[in-house]
Each structure stands twice: as C-alpha cells, then as structure tokens.
C-alpha cells in the first residue's frame, strides 16, 4: 500500500476564496502529479513535477497552480474558487524509472457553491 | 504516444475469470503497458505493468501479444469487490521528459454479478 496523503478529503467553500489542497508522500519519490476528474469521467492530468523547483502543466488547463518546495509535499492552490472548480482533485506520485508506475491519494472532493 | 481502446463496459459471474482487452496498436518499443483500477471514485489503484513478457502478480495476469499490440487483464476469481473502472494505459519508461505521458482513457467498467 502506498503512502501517499491528500487533506482535506472533502471541502466546501463558497466563490472567491483562496484554497490548497495538501499532498504528502513517505516514500521519496521524485515525480508528483495532480489530476482532475469529475463524477464518472475520465482523470485529466493538470499539473506534474519531475522533483524540488520542478512543475510542468499537464494536458488540461487549469487556473490552479502548484509548487515543490519540498520531495515529499506537492500543494495545489486556487487563489479564487469559482463553481467551475468543482471537481475532485487525485495526487499521485511514481516510482523511478523503469517504467512509470503511479500510486495515487484518496482525492479531495471539492464543491465551490 | 499511444493511445489505449477499451470496451466501455463488461459483465462477469462472480467466481469466474474476467478478461478484459486492451488494443494499443501504435505502442512503441519503450512504452509499458500498465493497468489502473478505480473503485466508485477512490483514487485509481495501481494494478499491473509489463513490457514484452506475461505478468503475474497477486492481483491480477497480464498477456501481451507478441506485437504488443494488444493486451489482455486476467482477474482469475472475480469478487464482487472487483466492481470498477479498469484503466489500460500505455507509458514511457518514465526517464526524464516522460513523466505527465500517461493518458487515463474512459477505461471499462466491470460489472461482477453474483
């Protein structure tokens, strides 16, 4: 089982607030990545980082944004929540090469009212 | 980068193998082929993963055709709790400059009935 942490694991939050979703990881993994998904679609990958001062936009665009300051901890930041964030927001990380075998959180479910 | 088809959905007996395909025609020589699963909207658990050779781990039997072009998951006993969205993905070695290179499709959902 991987060690892998996202809080919180639900938020609701009225328009206009500014918000982070935490992930941790324990097992030192260099790459990170941020996915977006909503109810009974398909993961899209918004953000990715390759390890410390390393982040890169995935293939969907995001107003969010995020920062790797540290191996272990990969935050994703909304500096103004719209209804249009309402999703939930999957952190994962991999194990290095070879291959790229991605053990992702529990998610955070956030609803923007 | 090669995208993966699946058939959207498929039913099993509960007992019984469930096999479910994958097709990833343009896979190229250093792609992995890896299977993802995720359970009523938990984060995707990872499954398997294989290159050339045939798989197996305490989950779950993975065949690859020798072209690699297809691919098939094996659960050998399904369980009810196996009811999920079953994701095949193609991925690079996951050097750098690779990483963010996994696409998650629509993938199949398995159906295990009593």
């Known amino acids: 089982e991987a060690d892998i942490y996202q809080t919180p694991r639900y938020l609701v939050i009225g328009t206009g607030k500014k918000i982070t979703l935490e992930c941790s990881q324990t097992m030192g993994h260099d790459k990170m990545y941020w996915y977006q998904q909503d109810p009974g679609m398909e993961l899209h990958l918004i953000h990715y980082?390759?390890?410390?001062?390393?982040?890169e936009k995935g293939d969907l665009s995001s107003e969010s944004t995020v920062s790797r300051i540290r191996t272990e901890h990969f935050p994703l930041t909304l500096e103004s929540a719209r209804p249009s964030h309402t999703s939930q927001y999957l952190c994962?990380?991999?194990?290095?090469?070879?291959?790229?075998?991605?053990?992702f959180g529990p998610g955070t479910r956030l609803t923007v009212l | 980068d090669a995208k993966t088809t699946q058939p959207p959905s498929m039913d099993c007996a509960e007992g019984r193998a469930a096999n479910l395909p994958c097709n990833h025609s343009t896979i190229s020589g250093n792609e992995y082929v890896y299977w993802y699963r995720q359970i009523h909207s938990q984060g995707p658990q990872y499954i398997i993963h294989g290159l050339k050779n045939n798989e197996t781990n305490e989950m779950a039997s993975l065949i690859i055709t020798e072209d690699r072009k297809s691919s098939t998951l094996i659960l050998p006993h399904a369980t009810l709790r196996d009811t999920a969205v079953y994701y095949c993905?193609?991925?690079?070695?996951?050097?750098?400059?690779?990483?963010?290179?996994?696409?998650f499709g629509d993938g199949t959902t398995l159906t295990v009935k009593p």
């Open positions: 994962a990380s991999s194990f290095p090469p070879p291959g790229d075998t991605q053990y």
């Open positions: 980082s390759y390890g410390v001062n390393s982040t």
């Open positions: 993905i193609v991925s690079p070695e996951g050097g750098c400059g690779n990483a963010g290179k996994s696409t």
